[in-house]
């Protein structure tokens, strides 16, 4: 079992071309004919998603884990959609599926440009359950739950590394946000957590661009390659909220422009040494939570915002600083952080 799984893993995320041909892949037990299977679980990734050496990779792999403990009772469909409309079919033709008896039944929607599609098309019935990730809560059908990993705490975080790094120096007190697109929920609360941390460290000026109108500004990073190219020098960090397209962010420190940036999702640090350090969020960890929560039974929160006190946002500085004057500004600007990511979430309610 754990063998195939890994030959999964592999297929998806070092072929995921082959994947994204087919829109669908399917994983069933060795002894599939048998039908013994207790669950069934559907991810449906982000458009374009897997293959982003970040969130849905590592959504990915918190699912292939949670497979190779429990793949001998699991039914795994995997969705791989070119478009939210092709999403949006997919979640539709979910929905219209007979519940089976004796089958718990589970859709993850593993990104936020999906929150509207129980709202639109409504909710599942019976004992199925639809989890939507990198959202808060919100007039959902029941059997909708809701899970978000707040930004605004580890991007002020990070925003006060770069605003202290930047004190007493006029070269080094103007920083650039890239983000993917404007009025999306998780990124703008990203950017205010970013700016508010520079600013209360003594930065200058914080400017945010946009990549694109919608949803598709995650997905195009030589586009971002091509607006760093034009706006990106005299800036003492790049902070790129761009999902799949901070790879252009990231070869273009490489090929054009050595431009200080910070890395997103994972360690980065491999990727350029123009990374200083990197925002992770544990995208893994909490994908094996929710699911090993689920087949133990246990009743989920409807809704449920984490935020930096919890562990599963974080920031690791590259290795290559550790003993860095980098490394000590992390630390140092981490208690404050805390604190004002409680203060934002209570503000919030």
Known sequence: MRKNLHRLLWFVCGGCFLVACSGDETWRPDDASLGLEKWR??????PNGLGDNGYNDKIFEGVCRFLDVYGDEVEFHLKTPLSIDVALQ????WLAEPEKEGKNDLLVL????YRDFPSLKGGPLGHRKVLLFETKGGDYPVGVYTFNLSMYGVSYWAGSVVGLSSEDSELLDSTLVLAAMPDEPVLEEAIRGYSDGFYAQGGRFCRTCYLADGYEGFAMPDSA???LDRIGEGYWMVYPLLGGSAAGVYRYSREVL????IGMDVDCSSITTAVFFSVIRKMDGVMEMYLGDWVAGKEWPVSQTLGLSSGWV?????????DNNMATMVEACRTEAVEKDKEYETSKH
């Open 258 to 261: 050595w431009t200080p940036t």
């Open 41 to 46: 679980l559907t991810l449906i990734c982000s």
């Open 90 to 93: 997919d979640y539709e033709d």
């Open 110 to 113: 593993a990104g936020s440009e």
């Open 314 to 322: 974080d920031i690791v500085v590259s290795p290559r600083l550790s």
């Open 225 to 227: 390659y091509r607006m």
